[in-house]
């Protein structure tokens, strides 16, 4: 089974092949059912959306949690929490947890990656404006479309090659390295954007076989002893009860339901496709940051913003133009 499925995958993340979604409705069909769910661009961008806005709730709160927990503890809250709802999950829906697949190489790239990403976020959040992580968070979907370039046999014109290039000096103008503004904890940011970038490229390539409760449940799996390590090594107690038992329950559901849904999305529709609707992130981002901690981005931090979404917008309208054709 895993032989077959390394030998395929390419070929199969370049085709429109049905897939069986398990992360929909009721995280959809459990994994031996026999009905096959096509892909549905639109279900998958209004999916991404979806996830983006409770990503975005959970990052405020896990801000808020940051005043009184350290990141590596936030961590083992976001993972211990995160495992008991995705194992709750996979029993509801009878999905198999016990597959040999979820240790094929790739999805321990994908596991990995997350790691990266989750340890990257939790510190940029603790450490830098809400609003400012959100901006370089979304220049992922570009990241993600030149990895679907490079490794998953995807075409793009130059025009979108152009936007990806716009989008990238929008981070350069954000970060401004080498001068007097460049704030060092803004690269916990970029940490973040690259490893959750590189675990939606390896979610596309999913064999469509394995339950996304199953593979977020081993995901977690992997980044607990990575967290209880690290508040290890800094002395700290492993369990901290400093925030509020509602704050941390809600940071949890939200983040666990935001992360079903961005699998459901990402394996429903073509990874070029969804990814840009990451942006809508940014929206409530800089809304929350502005309004609940009184974040005033600089002139520089705007034009950041707006070289990275039009670079985005640019490239939706560029890929609704193809498919229109």
């Not at 936007?163 to 803004?186: A, C, D, N, Q």
Request: aromatic residues 8%; proline residues 6%.
């Amino acid at each position: 089974m895993v032989y077959a499925w390394r030998k395929n995958s390419r070929r199969e993340a370049r085709s429109t092949v049905t897939v069986r979604c398990v992360a929909i409705g009721r995280w959809g069909k459990p994994p031996n059912s026999s009905h096959p769910i096509k892909q549905n661009t639109p279900l998958g961008i209004i999916l991404m959306i979806a996830a983006m806005a409770g990503f975005a709730c959970s990052d405020a709160l896990i801000k808020v949690l940051s005043t009184t927990m350290s990141p590596p503890q936030v961590l083992i809250l976001l993972t211990g929490g995160g495992l008991l709802f995705f194992v709750a999950i996979a029993l509801w829906e009878r999905a198999k947890l016990f597959d040999r697949v979820v240790f094929a190489k790739p999805l321990l790239v994908r596991y990995g990656a997350e790691i990266i990403g989750m340890i990257g976020m939790v510190t940029a959040l603790a450490t830098a404006p809400l609003s400012t992580v959100g901006i370089i968070l979304q220049a992922s979907p570009l990241v993600v479309t030149l990895g679907a370039v490079l490794f998953l046999g995807e075409r793009v014109g130059i025009h979108r090659w152009a936007s990806i290039i716009v989008g990238f000096l929008g981070v350069l103008l954000i970060l401004r390295p080498g001068t007097g503004s460049f704030e060092p904890s803004l690269l916990w940011a970029v940490m973040a954007m690259t490893g959750l970038s590189v675990r939606d490229l390896v979610t596309r390539i999913t064999p469509p076989g394995v339950a996304s409760s199953a593979l977020a449940s081993y995901t977690m799996l992997a980044a607990l002893p990575v967290a209880i390590g690290w508040v290890l090594m800094r002395g700290e107690p492993v369990v901290a009860w400093d925030g509020s038992p509602w704050i941390m329950a809600l940071t949890v559901a939200l983040g666990s339901t935001g992360y079903m849904l961005l699998i459901a999305s990402i394996r429903m529709a073509p990874v070029s496709v969804v990814s840009p609707f990451r942006y809508s992130r940014l929206v409530f981002l800089m809304a929350i940051g502005i309004t609940f901690f009184g974040e005033r981005p600089d002139a520089a931090t705007w034009a950041g913003a707006a070289l990275i979404m039009a670079s985005g917008l640019y490239m939706m309208w560029r890929e609704a133009r193809s498919a229109s054709a």
